[in-house]
């Protein structure tokens, strides 16, 4: 599956979860220059020589998660996950995603790759 045919089925399903992802993507992609986008794992999966993070959609949320997010400054409290290494951050509404706080957290990740 091509990540535009992946967004095309998110759409055809929610609307607003289509609208969330867009906007998830477009901060990854201000944040992440250059970084490979491809269809992994159900979602929209990012690396540079090494994976950083994805978009992943559920049921009542989406989520932004960081492959080695254990390693990321926090400093707002926002990453959640107890595993070794993932954490992620969490929106429910659209009126969750704010560039200006979710940026840093792609831009970390990104670097760490």
């Known amino acids: 599956m091509t990540v ?3 967004l095309d ?5 929610s609307p607003t979860h289509h609208a969330m992802v867009l906007a998830l ?25 090494r994976p950083f993070g994805g978009i992943f ?7 932004l998660e960081f492959t080695r997010g254990v ?4 400093p707002a409290g926002l990453l959640r996950g107890e595993g070794k290494h993932r954490r992620h951050l ?6 969750d995603i704010d560039a200006a706080v979710i940026g840093p957290y792609v831009a970390q990740a990104f670097g760490r790759a």
């Open 57 to 63: 959609t559920y049921a009542e949320h989406i989520s």
């Open 25 to 49: 993507q477009a901060i990854v992609h201000a944040n992440a220059p250059g970084a490979d986008e491809a269809v992994k794992y159900g979602g929209l999966y990012y690396a540079t020589t």
């Open 9 to 13: 089925r998110i759409g055809e399903t």
């Open 71 to 74: 390693e990321l400054d926090d």
């Open 90 to 95: 969490r929106f429910t509404t659209p009126d």
């Open 4 to 6: 535009a045919e992946l």
